[in-house]
């Protein structure tokens, strides 16, 4: 395949179980299917299902590379042609991550990053809205809502007495079905302050 000058951005975007690993994963296998140069990686905060695995609730599973800071990203495949990055959960690297992406375009890697877009309170998730702003094609899922069954842009933490508290830290944002469930705009509470 023609290497183009520039890499691509791809965000997969949504809220939790909006099917965003699975459609990162997919996206993977047809890449490697094509004989692509791929590598998959997670954050190293993110190790629900062990580490070096990014997995969907679904229990699909690929291999990854746990990866700490948003800075070692570049640097682990240095010399290397990789085709394609794709980089699961990535709001856990924070605003760091758009240089880091920004250098891995220019150096001709097409990047896709999934990730949360939304907080558990609803509100928007950097560094992923920046992300979307400049990338050459944005897929923003939906889940299902578990009250009522309409598109769900939203999740929520329950089961926990800190709902809505943004001064919870970010590892709290690492969870499954027992502590969040996806909303739609009716049945989300949005927070009370600004
Ligand atoms: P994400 O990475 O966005 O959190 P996954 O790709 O891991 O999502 O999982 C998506 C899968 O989660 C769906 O295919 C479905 O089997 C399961 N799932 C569980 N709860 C829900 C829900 N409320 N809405 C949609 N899918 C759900
Ligand atoms: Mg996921």
Not at 24 to 36: H, I, Y
Not at 45 to 61: I, P
Request: aromatic content about 6%; hydrophobic content about 45%; proline content about 5%.
């Amino acid at each position: 395949m023609r290497r183009s000058d520039a890499g691509r951005l791809e965000v997969i975007a949504g809220p939790m179980f909006s099917g965003k690993s699975e459609e990162l994963l997919r996206r993977v296998r047809r890449a490697k299917l094509a004989g692509l140069d791929v590598e998959v990686v997670n954050h190293a905060m993110d190790a629900r299902y062990g580490e070096g695995s990014v997995s969907s609730h679904a229990g699909l599973s690929i291999s990854s590379i746990p990866v700490s800071e948003a800075s070692d990203l570049a640097g682990l495949f240095e010399g290397r042609e990789l085709d394609i990055l794709a980089i699961d959960e990535a709001q856990f690297f924070g605003p760091g991550l758009i240089p880091a992406v920004d250098s891995l375009l220019a150096r001709g890697i097409t990047v896709l990053v999934a990730g949360l877009c939304v907080t558990y309170d609803a509100r928007p998730f950097e560094p992923i809205p920046s992300l979307m702003a400049v990338a050459e094609e944005v897929v923003k899922l939906t889940a299902v809502c578990t009250v009522c069954g309409a598109d769900a842009a939203f999740h929520q933490r329950v089961h926990d007495p800190g709902v809505g508290d943004s001064r919870v830290p970010v590892a709290a944002h690492v969870g499954g079905v027992e502590t969040y469930e996806a909303r739609c705009r009716r049945h989300v509470e949005f927070p009370t302050t600004a």
